[in-house]
């Protein structure tokens, strides 16, 4: 199977650097235009057909989901597994911004978010368990010779590389991810169960 990982195009929120998970920001027009680049160089390189295209349910990965399906003519599929991890009462914020206001749950939280979840949100393993089971599904379900997109946000991508591709969820960090409106070829061997790393596309 190859797989066409994307992450999703800029908001105004990530422009800010703020923490954006679960709050539901659309692309900016900064976005939207990586996107269009992005989908172009896709039509313009792709010798494979696309067979399927699925992407977080938030509305910045729903739209960048969008600009590629249509594109190539083809619907996405909303995805909850792959939204990004839920920064709770951090969600929308500054590092500045929390670090004022909440400095000892921040430092708790960036010293082990594996086990460690902002307030009301998740942990690093949680996103990992959702994301984990839905490609368990996947890469079960999809004919093993299709080419599918996956239009996701850094976070569960982080943890696709780290986990799935390097074997090592304590890598999160040490993986090179995707900005945005960046795509990555990767090629899964059924046989075998390992992922190859292929090139990268920029918009």
Known sequence: MRIIIVRHGETNENAAKRYLGHYDAELNQHGQQQLRSLSETLKRTETQ??????SSDLVRAVESAQIIGNEFQIQPIPVFALRELHFGDFDCKTYEEIRQK????LEKW?????MVAPPNGETLLQLGKRVDDWWETILTTEQPTGTIVIVSHGGPIRWFLSKWVKGDPREFWNV???GHGKAMMIEWNQQTRIFTLGKKLEE
């Open 49 to 54: 057909p696309i067979t399927a295209i699925y």
């Open 110 to 114: 960036i010293l082990n978010p594996y």
């Open 102 to 105: 909440d400095p000892e749950r």
């Open 176 to 178: 090179e991810g995707l």
